[in-house]
């Protein structure tokens, strides 16, 4: 590939960028009407794309290489990560950018995609049933960012474009509302361990299992997926999970498979539920799932029985028991003691995003705060 040595120029009188190159003895110019540093990039990259003699077919479909691209996917991702990325091509990015071909996709298309979703969330043609009219949380937008970028990585890796694209979430986007169980619902938790049965009230099979989750903060699937033989004395050893599809894997990430001591609660639980399934006479191997729950569905369906037939309200999702064990480990714990508890890669904003108030701590930290002011004023 012949070197750019230059850089695009903003010409004042004709409102863009453009940079001038040369190969094999032929010059030719390249634009971008885009303002700021993202139109210089542009422009640049449409140079460099002209001088990469490797570059392939630059007038394919971008819709058509997406597809190309799921289908790779597929051949090392699980089902659900699959799904993931054809649903955000079908329902956010390939709306805006599909119709185009690979050698006219700019920076500018990408964030287009972003921006337009942030606002009209779907931009699907076909009807998709809109679940809200506010905009679309940051998380979302995020997922949106990431998915663009791998799939234009394995563009260039492919030699079909050599855009690098540097997107941005608009500065509105929050994060959606995440709801956690407060001191009155954590007390029933820990000392109810029936549910309503048409109007009987029976054992709670899965109630060490709720408890386990909410002391440790594992994922649902982490706890569907934990046998008997990964807890070994005080150290329980994650090894995989089992996702909404029943499939089996190794995580959400590559911070999912980990270890970690417990504490007092969790391990109370653990111990209730063992001497449960002995009761029960099962046979306790080391592949023995531990908590005998067949699926997430089975999980998330008797936990709304529990909770409904028990006074806790508002209902909360098994997802946020683990927000809720981040909120309440945030103060006692650093950050980086937290992301190796909870799986999270370094880059994760476990505090932004798991963090949420309880009951009480205002009262705490104005109390903190009065006594502070008193110290220092001796």
Not at 157 to 186: C, D, F, V, W
Not at 208 to 230: H, K, N
Not at 251 to 264: H, I, T, Y
Not at 327 to 348: F, I
Request: proline fraction near 3%; aromatic fraction near 8%; glycine fraction near 6%.
């Amino acid at each position: 590939m012949k070197k750019r040595t230059g850089t695009a120029t903003w010409r004042e009188a004709e409102g863009r960028w453009r940079i001038k190159v040369q190969k094999n003895g032929t010059q030719k110019c390249f634009y971008s009407n885009t303002p700021g540093r993202t139109g210089q990039r542009e422009a640049n990259a449409k140079a460099d794309a002209w001088l990469d003699d490797s570059v392939r077919d630059g007038r394919k479909k971008v819709s058509a290489l997406y597809d190309e691209w799921v289908e790779d996917v597929a051949l090392s991702a699980g089902t659900s990560y699959v799904m993931q990325c054809r649903k955000y091509g079908d329902y956010y990015i390939l709306p805006v950018v599909g119709n185009l071909r690979i050698e006219e996709l700019t920076e500018g298309d990408l964030q287009k995609a972003i921006d337009m979703s942030y606002k009209k969330r779907c931009l699907a043609k076909r009807k998709v049933m809109k679940t809200s009219d506010k905009p679309l949380s940051k998380k979302t937008l995020m997922t949106i960012r990431s998915t663009s970028n791998s799939f234009l990585r394995w563009c260039r890796r492919n030699k079909y474009t050599t855009l690098n694209p540097e997107l941005s979430i608009p500065k509105g986007a929050r994060m959606g509302k995440r709801k956690i169980l407060q001191p009155n619902a954590l007390r029933i938790l820990f000392s109810v361990d029936t549910r309503l049965w048409h109007t009987k009230r029976i054992f709670d099979d899965y109630i060490y299992a709720y408890r386990f989750s909410v002391s440790t903060g594992v994922r649902p699937g982490e706890l569907v997926g934990l046998w008997y033989g990964d807890i070994k004395g005080n150290t329980v050893s994650l090894r995989r999970s089992i996702n909404t599809l029943d499939e089996e894997t190794t995580g959400k990430n590559e911070n999912s498979v980990r270890s970690f001591d417990m504490c007092q609660q969790a391990r109370e639980a653990y111990e209730a539920q063992v001497q449960l399934l002995k009761a029960q006479g099962v046979q306790l191997n080391y592949n023995t799932p531990l908590f005998q729950i067949p699926c997430q569905r089975s999980l998330a369906r008797r936990w709304e029985k529990y909770q409904d037939t028990n006074g806790i309200s508002p209902r909360i999702t098994l997802y946020e028991l683990r927000h809720t064990f981040v909120s309440m480990e945030a103060g006692q714990l650093t950050e980086g003691q937290l992301k190796m508890l909870v799986g999270h890669s370094k880059n994760m904003d476990t505090f932004g995003v798991y963090q949420h108030e309880m009951q009480g701590q205002r009262a705490e930290l104005a109390d903190a705060t009065t006594e502070a002011i008193k110290k220092a004023h001796g």
